[in-house]
Structure formats: structure tokens, C-alpha cells
């Protein structure tokens, strides 16, 4: 026996996952925000953490949910009586757009609101003060009620760039109640009008093109997919309402559909100076639907609630994004992500403050444009991922020095940073000035869940931090045996208790979201006590002895690339379109640059030859049906996929073949021999293409690990 088998049959006698036993990441030490920090720290009194102590739940929320205006006050704080369908704040009334926009109107009506930064430089940032931003979401929500004919509780899909009409047209929903759906603008038509029918949108808002990387792209294209597609899968869209980039001029190669589509700026002065009362909701309805990719089957729509969400992205912008209305805010993720909604939008904007919206690639036109836009803006909250943070060190390593800005805050999320990373980040971006907040949470969640008090906790590099205010993260084994605390040894991270943020059920499929999220850890499925429902995250995850933990990534088979998470099911069912291929298998291979790409393994059907011809095809649909971020970085075409004997395709295999590492045990295989012919063919392939990355320990482990949840 090798000792490769001689371990993971160890293994499954302790009943351990493979990621358990090979975590072996070096204990980083401390860092202490500097003095200047703390002493204007909305968070700076350590009681604080009293007063969000276990026993003081659910009543700790209330000081999340007194930083909003209540039309009618809620009477009960947590409602558990249907689990894990739970209902916050209950019996209030309040608009979130009235939290977002009117009540700064009376106290800061000429503070910017948000700051718009188009990319090509030489176009005008645009200042929206308070006063403004009131203005146009009341034009545009008279704009969607009166011509759009939408009311509260209908759906909106809304596919829409990263420009100021996208938290207008957002913020003007909410208004009504109407509930939002904007899927990312990199997605494609087909994605969209995936996530069109789900939700049963009947009008889709777009824009006629953006700028990414100094072209003008047209977006107005995907809309027409967009629509063929909801229309294929049994849905009609009745309205396209396009925005143009540039009013007047169309940017678009498609023409717009008769009695479909309008230029919004054609009708928007039929709505001027109209008033719009805000539509006073229970806390409980919904606010929006965000789309977040997963292993199997369709994308799931994340229902998140007015009051509970709104509650819990204000909480947690003040205290961990360390928020003052007379900051300038930039977060550079884009709205089309949960980030953007609780940390562009809704967070920042219930506080007052400056949002930064900028439109394009970060490192555009020079690796200098996001210091240059911080200094000219004097932006001093920074918050970003670390892709982004990787790819700035790589092209301009010492850019922040030439500019002139000070940052107190800056934030990392989406992924684990890599110490060295966030050393850079720390020393060059940062100045050292600057205290950081490593964020760790999800699409599903609302807002924050692991991090660290940024005024009263020190830093880790690699490492979230504790579970924030309110929140109380358990590591469960495979068995539900509670992994000793701070031990360091690596489990399934839970939350125990419900929070204000949690998403409320997943649109049209509440047995689902039982099932993806609670079913694993609840012992009885009849109990009303929230103690029996932790919240099971899908992420690996370790805590050290001083209490942070350390996020490994997804436990089901999810690419992260560049942030985006692609769900292998998703880009298999995109290749097996291709009229070719007969089986198609994703993994993912590590990039220094987007953390993860991906790669796709297929076998063509009977009678067919491979060809280069046919490797484009598959990339080109992956493009296409799914967007150009999940373009595979190389399609290998294989005589067979190697399967275990009850036919399963063995993705670890294959996944350690991409990434040069050890593929494990292949002798349980139905076809053993065909994996030293794929491994001598991808690495020659690989080795004059000089993609011979050599991983980390831990990304070994990862791809190890890759796969293993079937
Ligand atoms: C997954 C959620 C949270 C908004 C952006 C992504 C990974 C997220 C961290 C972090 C390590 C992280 C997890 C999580 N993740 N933040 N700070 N450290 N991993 O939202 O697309 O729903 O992805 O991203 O694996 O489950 P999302």
C-alpha cells in the first residue's frame, strides 16, 4: 500500500475529510490598528462586545435595527416559529430607499451621495449629492410605476453596468417595494434570461453599452438573448428599459424591439420633478433576489428581507467598515455582486455617506487609476478583493507611492489573501496607516460574518478574524462532533444562531434552501428552538487558539475565479451543448492572477474527430452561455474520462493532472489506465506553454480535496 492510501484509509476509519488532516498553514502573528485610527473608531469601546454577548440574543440586534427609521416599530425581535424560516423585527413597517435617501435629504441635502468615475478619464466624474440622488429616484420610480405599470412584490430583472442609473433604478424599486434582481452586466444574455424566468420578471432594465478596459462594449445585445432565452424556458418579457450610456446616442449594434423596448431617456421627461411617497412595507417583505452559482442545477436566488438585511448591512458598515457620513467610501466591487448591494448601496448610503461608483478595470488605463481617483477624491475607506489586490502588485508594485492619498480603512473579501498579499496591501497600499478588515461571508448571508472589530481587534493576515457582533461560528466535523475550539484542525464552519442578514429562503424552492443549508446539522426537524438550526455554510474552515478563523474555501465544487463563483454543473451543461461532445468535466486550475481558472476535460461523441475547432467551440459557449470571466484557460479533449466503477467522472483526477499535483488513488478506477495518457498529453501541452505553476501546500490540498464531495 502507498502511503498515500495507507493516509486516507486512516482517514476514513477516524472519520476525518481528507481536508482535515493536511492543513498546515504557518500561525501569523498580530498587527494593532494605529492610534490615530482607534481614537475616531465608531466601534472603540470594548463593551461592545458585551453588549452582543450569546446571552443577549436575539435583543442584540436592536441597536442594528434602532439605526434605521421605523414607520411602525416592531414588536417582537425574532420570531422562530416556522424554522428555519426565520422573521425578524416583526410587526415594523419602514422603505428602504426612505433609510437610503429622504431622511438625508433634511440633515446633508449637498453631500454627495455617490461619486460616479466613468474609465475613460477624460469623461467628468460625477458628484449626485443627497438632494440629487432624491430626485432621480423619485422621477424613476414614478418612471417604473406609471409606465413600467410595477407595483410592490413584482420582480424586476435588471442587467445593468457599474454606473449611477444602476443605485437610482435600485433604490427606485425599493421604493415601491418592487423587488430587484440585477444580475452581474459581465454575465451573459443567456445567464440573464435564466435568472429572467426564475424570478418571472416581466420588465428587464439594461444599458446600451459600457466601458471596460477603454471600449465602449455593447451590452443592448445580451438583452435580446436575454429575452429568447427567458422566452425558450416558457417566460415573457413584456418591457426592455434601456439606458444609454451616452443620452441620445446609441451604442448598440441591435435594433430596438417595436413595442418592447424604449430608450429611458426618451420618456424619463414625462416624469420629471414627480414625487413618489415611499411605500411603507412589513420588515419582512423582500427586497431584492441576488443569484449566487452552486454545484448542482439552476443558479440559486437569494431572497433577502427589507428589514432584517437593511438592519444588518447599516450595523455592519458602522462598526466593521468604520463609516462617518463625511467619509469618502470606495468599494470597488461591482453592485452586480452581494458586495456592491450591502457595501456600495445599501450599507454606506443608510449611513450617509460618499459611495464611490466607479465603472471600469481597475488597472486601467495604468496600474496608477485606482490611487489617482483615491487621492483626487481623497477617498480614505478602501475596500476590495484580493484578486484585484494581487493583479495591482503584479502590474505596479510601487504605483501607491506617486499618489498623494491616506487611507484609514481598507477591507479584503471573497477569498482567503495570501499573507504576502496582504503584507503588500498593508505596507504599500495602506502606507501602514491604514487598518484592515479581512471579511469573510457569503452571497446568502446579508453582510459580514467572521472579521475583526477594526478599532478593538488586531489583524491577522490570511485570517477573518472572530465571528463579528452577534454572531456565533461553531466548526462541526462530518458527524456533527463540535472540532475542538482553536484547535486548529480544519471542519465545516457553521453559524449557530440566526442574524438579521440571513437570506430568507431561496426564490421558488424553499426545500431546497432547507435542504442546502440546514439539513445537514439539524437533529430535529420539528424543534422551534433556533439552537437546533445551524446555519451550514458549505466552507472549510479552521480556528487557532486565539479564536480567528481561517475560511478554506468551499467544500462543494465551486471555481472561485477572480471572486466569481462558477458552478461546475453549470459550465458542464454549457459544454455538452456543443454538438460534439459527449461528457464534459470542469476543475480548476490555480492562476496567479485570478486565483483559479478554469479548465475543461471532454470526450467527443462516437465518430468524432478532435480538433482544435471543436476546443473553441466549447470555449466560446462557455462565453456565451455562462460570460467571458469562465472562459476556460485550456479545453483538453480526452479519449475517455476517467470514472469509478459506478460511473462517476473522478474531477480530483483530473484536477490534479491540470495543476501538477499528486492525482491520489486511481486504482478503484473503472478505467485506471487512461489517466497517464491525458497526464502525458495535458503536460506536454502544459510545459511548452510554460503553464507549470508550482502550488502552495495549501492550494495542493484544495485541489486535492477537489471534487471529493460526490
Ligand atoms: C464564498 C462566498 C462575500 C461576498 C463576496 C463573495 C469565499 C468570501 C472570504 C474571505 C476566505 C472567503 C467563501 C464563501 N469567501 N469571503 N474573507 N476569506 N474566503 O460572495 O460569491 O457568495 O462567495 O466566498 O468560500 O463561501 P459569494
Same mark, same amino acid.
Given at each position: 500500500?502507498?502511503?498515500?492510501?495507507?493516509?486516507?484509509?486512516?482517514?476514513?476509519?477516524?472519520?476525518?475529510?481528507?481536508?482535515?488532516?493536511?492543513?498546515?498553514?504557518?500561525?501569523e502573528s498580530h498587527y494593532y490598528p494605529p492610534p490615530q485610527f482607534i481614537g475616531q473608531a465608531n466601534a472603540s469601546?470594548?463593551?461592545?462586545?458585551?453588549?452582543?454577548?450569546?446571552?443577549?440574543?436575539? &435583543?442584540?440586534?436592536?441597536?442594528?435595527?434602532?439605526?434605521?427609521?421605523?414607520?411602525?416599530?416592531?414588536?417582537?425581535?425574532?420570531?422562530?416559529?416556522?424554522?428555519?424560516?426565520?422573521?425578524?423585527?416583526?410587526?415594523?413597517?419602514?422603505?428602504?430607499?426612505?433609510?437610503?435617501?429622504?431622511?438625508?435629504?433634511?440633515?446633508?441635502?449637498?453631500?454627495?451621495?455617490?461619486?460616479?468615475? !466613468?474609465?475613460?478619464? *477624460?469623461?467628468?466624474?460625477?458628484?449626485?449629492?443627497?438632494? &440629487?440622488?432624491?430626485?432621480?429616484? %423619485?422621477?424613476?420610480?414614478?418612471?417604473?410605476?406609471?409606465?413600467?405599470?410595477?407595483?410592490?412584490? *413584482?420582480?424586476?430583472?435588471?442587467?445593468?453596468?457599474?454606473?449611477?442609473?444602476?443605485?437610482?433604478?435600485?433604490?427606485?424599486?425599493?421604493?415601491?417595494?418592487?423587488?430587484?434582481?440585477? /444580475?452581474?452586466?459581465?454575465?451573459?444574455?443567456?445567464?440573464?434570461?435564466?435568472?429572467?424566468?426564475?424570478?418571472?420578471?416581466?420588465?428587464?432594465?439594461?444599458?446600451?453599452?459600457?466601458?471596460?478596459?477603454?471600449?465602449?462594449?455593447?451590452?443592448?445585445?445580451?438583452?435580446?438573448?436575454?429575452?429568447?432565452?427567458?422566452?425558450?424556458?416558457?417566460?415573457? $418579457?413584456?418591457?426592455?428599459?434601456?439606458? +444609454?450610456?451616452? !443620452?441620445?446616442?446609441?451604442?448598440?449594434?441591435?435594433?430596438?424591439?417595436?413595442? +418592447? =423596448? $424604449?430608450?429611458?431617456?426618451?420618456?424619463?421627461?414625462?416624469?420629471? *420633478?414627480?414625487?413618489?411617497?415611499? $411605500?411603507?412595507?412589513?420588515?419582512?417583505?423582500?427586497?431584492?433576489?441576488?443569484?449566487?452559482?452552486?454545484?448542482?442545477?439552476? !443558479?440559486?436566488?437569494?431572497?433577502?428581507?427589507?428589514?432584517?438585511?437593511?438592519?444588518?448591512?447599516?450595523?455592519t458598515s458602522k462598526y466593521y467598515q468604520d463609516i462617518h457620513?463625511e467619509d469618502t467610501y470606495w468599494c470597488a466591487a461591482?453592485?452586480?455582486?452581494?458586495t456592491?448591494?450591502?457595501y456600495?448601496?445599501?450599507?454606506p448610503?443608510?449611513?450617509?455617506t460618499t459611495s464611490v461608483?466607479?465603472?471600469?478595470?481597475p488597472?486601467?488605463?495604468?496600474?496608477g487609476?485606482p490611487w489617482r481617483i483615491a487621492e483626487r477624491l481623497g477617498v480614505n475607506i478602501f475596500h476590495t478583493a484580493p484578486?484585484t489586490i494581487r493583479?495591482l502588485r503584479?502590474?505596479g508594485p510601487t504605483e501607491p507611492k506617486k499618489y498623494d492619498y491616506h487611507f484609514k480603512h481598507m477591507t479584503t473579501v471573497g477569498?482567503?489573501i495570501e499573507p504576502d498579499v496582504w503584507r503588500w496591501y498593508y505596507e504599500v497600499v495602506g502606507k501602514g496607516e491604514a487598518v484592515i478588515v479581512d471579511t469573510?461571508?457569503?452571497?446568502?448571508?446579508?453582510?459580514f460574518?467572521?472579521s475583526t472589530l477594526p478599532g478593538l481587534e488586531p489583524m491577522k493576515p490570511g485570517s477573518a478574524g472572530?465571528?463579528?457582533?452577534?454572531?456565533?461560528?461553531?466548526?462541526?466535523?462530518?458527524?456533527?462532533?463540535?472540532?475542538?475550539?482553536?484547535?486548529?484542525?480544519?471542519?465545516?464552519?457553521?453559524?449557530?444562531?440566526?442574524?438579521?442578514?440571513?437570506?430568507?429562503?431561496?426564490?421558488?424552492?424553499?426545500?431546497?434552501?432547507?435542504?442546502?443549508?440546514?439539513?445537514?446539522?439539524?437533529? =430535529?426537524?420539528?424543534?422551534?428552538?433556533?439552537?437546533?438550526?445551524?446555519?451550514?455554510? %458549505?466552507?472549510?474552515?479552521?480556528?487557532?487558539? *486565539?479564536?480567528?478563523?481561517?475560511?478554506?474555501? +468551499?467544500?462543494?465544487?465551486?471555481? %472561485?475565479?477572480?471572486?466569481?463563483?462558477?458552478?461546475?454543473?453549470?459550465?458542464?451543461?454549457?459544454?455538452?451543448?456543443?454538438?460534439?461532445?459527449?461528457?464534459?468535466?470542469?476543475?480548476?486550475?490555480?492562476?496567479?492572477?485570478?486565483?483559479?481558472?478554469?479548465?475543461?476535460?471532454?470526450?467527443?461523441? !462516437?465518430?468524432?474527430?478532435?480538433?482544435?475547432?471543436?476546443?473553441?467551440? $466549447?470555449?466560446?459557449?462557455?462565453?456565451?452561455?455562462?460570460?467571458?470571466?469562465?472562459?476556460?484557460? %485550456?479545453?483538453?479533449?480526452?479519449?475517455?474520462?476517467?470514472?469509478?466503477?459506478?460511473?462517476?467522472?473522478?474531477?480530483?483526477?483530473?484536477?490534479?493532472?491540470?495543476?501538477?499535483?499528486? /492525482?491520489?488513488?486511481?486504482?478503484?478506477?473503472?478505467?485506471?489506465?487512461?489517466? &497517464?495518457?491525458?497526464?502525458?498529453?495535458?503536460? &506536454?501541452?502544459?510545459?511548452?506553454?510554460?503553464?507549470?505553476?508550482?502550488?502552495?501546500?495549501?492550494?495542493?490540498?484544495?485541489?486535492?480535496?477537489?471534487?471529493?464531495?460526490?
Amino acid at each position: 500500500m502507498s502511503a498515500e492510501s495507507t493516509q486516507s484509509a486512516e482517514a476514513e476509519e477516524l472519520q476525518v475529510s481528507e481536508a482535515q488532516i493536511a492543513v498546515h498553514w504557518k500561525e501569523e502573528s498580530h498587527y494593532y490598528p494605529p492610534p490615530q485610527f482607534i481614537g475616531q473608531a465608531n466601534a472603540s469601546d470594548p463593551s461592545i462586545r458585551d453588549r452582543f454577548s450569546e446571552d443577549k440574543f436575539p &435583543e442584540c440586534f436592536k441597536e442594528y435595527a434602532d439605526l434605521l427609521t421605523w414607520d411602525q416599530y416592531w414588536h417582537t425581535t425574532l420570531d422562530t416559529s416556522n424554522p428555519p424560516f426565520w422573521r425578524w423585527f416583526v410587526g415594523g413597517k419602514l422603505n428602504a430607499s426612505f433609510n437610503c435617501v429622504d431622511r438625508h435629504v433634511r440633515t446633508r441635502p449637498n453631500q454627495a451621495a455617490l461619486i460616479f468615475v !466613468p474609465e475613460p478619464e *477624460d469623461e467628468e466624474t460625477q458628484a449626485i449629492t443627497y438632494r &440629487e440622488l432624491y430626485r432621480r429616484v %423619485n422621477e424613476t420610480a414614478a418612471m417604473l410605476r406609471d409606465y413600467a405599470g410595477l407595483k410592490a412584490g *413584482d420582480r424586476v430583472t435588471l442587467h445593468m453596468p457599474m454606473v449611477p442609473e444602476l443605485p437610482v433604478v435600485m433604490l427606485a424599486c425599493a421604493r415601491l417595494g418592487v423587488i430587484h434582481s440585477q /444580475v452581474f452586466a459581465g454575465f451573459s444574455g443567456a445567464a440573464c434570461g435564466g435568472r429572467i424566468s426564475d424570478s418571472q420578471s416581466s420588465v428587464l432594465i439594461t444599458m446600451d453599452g459600457y466601458y471596460r478596459s477603454g471600449t465602449l462594449l455593447d451590452h443592448k445585445v445580451k438583452a435580446d438573448e436575454a429575452v429568447a432565452r427567458a422566452k425558450e424556458e416558457g417566460h415573457e $418579457v413584456d418591457k426592455v428599459l434601456v439606458y +444609454r450610456r451616452h !443620452p441620445g446616442q446609441y451604442a448598440s449594434q441591435t435594433p430596438m424591439v417595436e413595442g +418592447r =423596448d $424604449v430608450f429611458v431617456d426618451e420618456i424619463m421627461p414625462q416624469f420629471r *420633478d414627480k414625487l413618489v411617497d415611499p $411605500v411603507s412595507l412589513p420588515a419582512e417583505a423582500p427586497l431584492f433576489i441576488m443569484y449566487s452559482s452552486g454545484t448542482t442545477g439552476r !443558479p440559486k436566488g437569494c431572497q433577502h428581507s427589507i428589514g432584517g438585511y437593511l438592519a444588518y448591512v447599516t450595523g455592519t458598515s458602522k462598526y466593521y467598515q468604520d463609516i462617518h457620513p463625511e467619509d469618502t467610501y470606495w468599494c470597488a466591487a461591482d453592485i452586480g455582486w452581494i458586495t456592491g448591494h450591502s457595501y456600495i448601496v445599501y450599507g454606506p448610503l443608510s449611513l450617509g455617506t460618499t459611495s464611490v461608483v466607479y465603472e471600469g478595470v481597475p488597472t486601467y488605463p495604468d496600474p496608477g487609476r485606482p490611487w489617482r481617483i483615491a487621492e483626487r477624491l481623497g477617498v480614505n475607506i478602501f475596500h476590495t478583493a484580493p484578486t484585484t489586490i494581487r493583479m495591482l502588485r503584479k502590474v505596479g508594485p510601487t504605483e501607491p507611492k506617486k499618489y498623494d492619498y491616506h487611507f484609514k480603512h481598507m477591507t479584503t473579501v471573497g477569498e482567503p489573501i495570501e499573507p504576502d498579499v496582504w503584507r503588500w496591501y498593508y505596507e504599500v497600499v495602506g502606507k501602514g496607516e491604514a487598518v484592515i478588515v479581512d471579511t469573510w461571508w457569503q452571497t446568502e448571508n446579508g453582510g459580514f460574518l467572521c472579521s475583526t472589530l477594526p478599532g478593538l481587534e488586531p489583524m491577522k493576515p490570511g485570517s477573518a478574524g472572530p465571528g463579528v457582533l452577534g454572531i456565533y461560528p461553531v466548526i462541526y466535523d462530518e458527524n456533527g462532533e463540535e472540532v475542538p475550539k482553536g484547535s486548529g484542525r480544519a471542519g465545516n464552519i457553521c453559524i449557530r444562531n440566526p442574524w438579521p442578514g440571513i437570506f430568507q429562503t431561496i426564490w421558488g424552492d424553499p426545500d431546497r434552501f432547507v435542504q442546502t443549508y440546514y439539513e445537514k446539522y439539524n437533529k =430535529d426537524p420539528k424543534s422551534t428552538d433556533w439552537h437546533d438550526w445551524p446555519y451550514f455554510a %458549505n466552507d472549510g474552515a479552521t480556528q487557532a487558539p *486565539d479564536g480567528y478563523y481561517r475560511i478554506l474555501g +468551499r467544500v462543494d465544487d465551486v471555481i %472561485n475565479v477572480a471572486g466569481h463563483r462558477l458552478g461546475t454543473k453549470e459550465l458542464e451543461s454549457a459544454a455538452i451543448l456543443v454538438d460534439e461532445v459527449a461528457e464534459a468535466a470542469a476543475v480548476p486550475v490555480v492562476d496567479e492572477l485570478r486565483g483559479r481558472a478554469v479548465e475543461m476535460y471532454i470526450s467527443l461523441k !462516437p465518430g468524432v474527430a478532435a480538433t482544435p475547432e471543436v476546443e473553441e467551440k $466549447v470555449a466560446k459557449i462557455i462565453e456565451t452561455e455562462i460570460g467571458k470571466v469562465a472562459r476556460p484557460k %485550456n479545453v483538453w479533449i480526452v479519449p475517455d474520462m476517467p470514472k469509478t466503477r459506478s460511473g462517476k467522472i473522478m474531477r480530483r483526477v483530473i484536477a490534479g493532472i491540470s495543476n501538477f499535483t499528486d /492525482v491520489g488513488d486511481i486504482t478503484t478506477l473503472a478505467n485506471p489506465e487512461v489517466v &497517464e495518457e491525458i497526464r502525458v498529453h495535458v503536460h &506536454e501541452v502544459k510545459q511548452a506553454k510554460g503553464e507549470v505553476a508550482k502550488l502552495s501546500e495549501k492550494e495542493a490540498e484544495e485541489i486535492k480535496a477537489f471534487g471529493q464531495a460526490e
